[in-house]
């Protein structure tokens, strides 16, 4: 699979930069976001908040994941409302590049005829990246009409703020 992965990525024209590690801490359908964001979390107090804002609709609410921000940061991206089920964001690949976080996303549709259900949803990912270093960070996402999208990432305590007025 890394061989495979190593083929696709020289195929796609690599962008060059360091390659960072990721991980995600959640995937979903269900938020309260209904634009395209992304923001980043880099300390516990706007987690806290921002996790809780992302899950105010469920009932019970998760419990916020406990994490360390010595030598971490979370990475929020919602691509917004969409129609029906069957949209997913995924990560592609995440790089630092020119003190830069660079990350390269895709939105999933349902395919042509497929089941799905009427109901709006606001497909999310939540993923976390060691590292500490208050850096900018950039989107790129490439939507399923194929038109590519760059999306700014906002300071979590920033867009909590934009969320309260």
């Known amino acids: 699979m ?8 020289t195929l796609a024209g690599n962008p060059g930069g360091q390659p960072v590690p990721y991980q995600i801490i959640e995937a979903g359908t269900r938020s309260p976001v209904r634009t395209p964001v992304a ?3 880099r300390d516990a107090d706007a987690w806290i908040m921002g996790y809780s ?3 105010a609709q469920q ?4 419990e916020v994941p406990s994490l360390s ?12 409302e969409r129609p029906t089920s069957g949209y997913t964001v995924s990560i592609d690949q995440v790089l630092l590049k020119d003190d830069t976080l660079r ?23 939540l993923f ?20 590519e999208h760059l999306l700014k990432a906002k300071e979590a305590t ?3 703020e934009d969320l309260q007025r």
């Open 2 to 9: 890394l061989w495979t992965s190593w083929i696709l990525w």
């Open 39 to 41: 923001a980043v979390f």
């Open 53 to 55: 804002y992302l899950h």
């Open 59 to 62: 009932i019970p609410a998760p």
């Open 69 to 80: 921000f010595e030598e971490q940061q979370v990475i929020l991206l919602s691509i917004g």
């Open 103 to 125: 990350i390269w996303a895709h939105e999933s549709c349902p395919s042509e005829g497929a089941m799905v259900l009427q109901v709006l949803t606001q497909p999310y990912v």
């Open 128 to 147: 976390s990246v060691p590292i500490r270093k208050a850096v900018p960070v950039l989107v790129h996402l490439k939507a399923c009409d194929g038109s």
């Open 158 to 160: 920033r867009w909590i």
